[in-house]
């Protein structure tokens, strides 16, 4: 079992729709972050959480330390927010970044 | 500058030689850290400096891998006797502090025939 799991692997919306991405992971954590990689290949980070919930613009990144889980919310989704999104935590008794496999979002106009 | 910067784009190598790979961190950075992607989203840990020294290389295949963050000039990645399973992406990310957010370069696509 990996040690980040995302769900789903796999995401298709209409545009407009709002959109939630889950992350859960097995080991203890000093922070998790949220990155997007773009069909190009570029990889950019949208949110590092510790506690608590974060939002900037419409999205929004809520994490559960207690449950072990995050979520990655998009609200009134478009297009141009297709990419793969990409849960990676900080373990934090070996200080690695460990990747989840990704959540492949594509938004229908 | 601004943005962590990654060269070259793509590489292709013949197995046996040699890859160079570049990265220069967002200045006032301290961490970087270099990452291989061999399928899409799996994401795998070489090395991290702060500064110029070695933070963390237990990712690192030390045979043939070898990294270095100098004063003054960019990062770099060496890969000597490069296999076929070297090929992936390599991520550079930087970051201000340990557990801060992290800015990606654009990777470097290599390619080894």
């Known amino acids: 079992k990996n040690e980040v799991e995302q769900s789903p692997q796999n995401l298709t919306a209409q545009e407009g729709e709002f959109i939630t991405i889950n992350c859960s992971y097995s080991?203890?954590?000093?922070?998790l972050h949220w990155l997007q990689q773009h069909p190009g290949g570029g990889i950019v980070s949208l949110f590092m959480?510790?506690?608590g919930k974060k939002k900037h613009g419409r999205l929004i990144a809520t994490i559960n330390i207690q449950e072990k889980h995050s979520s990655l919310h998009i609200t009134a989704s478009h297009p141009r927010d297709s990419a793969v999104y990409i849960c990676?935590?900080?373990?934090?008794?070996?200080?690695?970044?460990?990747f989840g496999t990704g959540t492949r979002l594509q938004v229908f106009p | 500058g601004e943005e962590v910067a990654q060269t070259p784009k793509h590489l292709v190598r013949g197995e046996g030689q040699k890859a160079k790979l570049y990265c220069a961190p967002i200045k006032g950075h301290s961490y970087v850290f270099w990452y291989q992607q061999v399928l899409k989203n799996e994401f795998k840990f070489l090395i991290s400096?702060?500064?110029?020294?070695?933070?963390?290389e237990t990712g690192m295949p030390k045979e043939r891998f070898s990294a270095k963050c100098l004063p003054n000039s960019p990062c770099s990645l060496e890969i000597q006797a490069t296999k076929l399973e070297d090929s992936a992406v390599y991520f550079c990310?930087?970051?201000?502090?340990?557990?801060?957010?992290?800015?990606f370069g654009s990777g470097t696509q290599l390619s080894v025939l």
């Open positions: 080991v203890g954590i000093s922070a």
């Open positions: 959480l510790s506690s």
């Open positions: 990310a930087s970051s201000q502090g340990r557990d801060e957010k992290l800015f």
């Open positions: 990676a935590v900080r373990n934090y008794n070996t200080d690695k970044l460990i």
């Open positions: 400096f702060q500064n110029e020294n070695v933070f963390d």
